[in-house]
């Protein structure tokens, strides 16, 4: 069974970075993808990111947020989200998904084995 753990979040300011890590434990090897995906207060998951574990392909949902980086560490058994130019709006609790057979997409039905999540804060 695989488990994924979710860590980087914290309170920061408009404008500012951070980068998200969702760490893979037990048998990834027939992972076909791993996204991410974000929930505000009041609102469903909506998709961010994902990035296929063995060609390391990103796609991304367009105009969800801003600038956004997804990138895994494959050795690392590691995906990330580089966050940059942070809003308000992005105040969300952020989940990481693994997708095991393609087409993954951008719909919260093909991504399992969901991880805690981490929040995700922007204010001044």
């Known amino acids: 069974q695989v488990q994924l753990v979710e860590s980087g979040g914290g309170k920061v300011q408009p404008g500012a970075s951070l980068r998200l890590s969702c760490a893979a434990s037990?048998?990834?090897?027939?992972?076909?993808?791993m996204g991410w995906f974000r929930q505000a207060p009041g609102k469903g998951r909506e998709f961010v990111a994902a990035i296929t574990w063995l060609g390391g392909t990103p796609y991304y949902a367009g105009s969800v947020m801003g600038p956004v980086t997804v990138s895994r560490d494959s050795a690392k058994n590691t995906m990330y989200l580089q966050m940059d130019s942070l809003k308000p709006e992005d105040t969300a609790v952020y989940y990481c998904?693994?997708?095991?057979?393609?087409?993954?997409?951008?719909?919260?039905?093909?991504?399992?084995?969901w991880g805690q999540g981490t929040q995700v804060t922007v204010s001044s």
């Open positions: 998904a693994m997708c095991r057979v393609s087409p993954c997409g951008t719909t919260l039905g093909p991504y399992t084995n």
């Open positions: 037990g048998r990834t090897f027939n992972t076909y993808a």
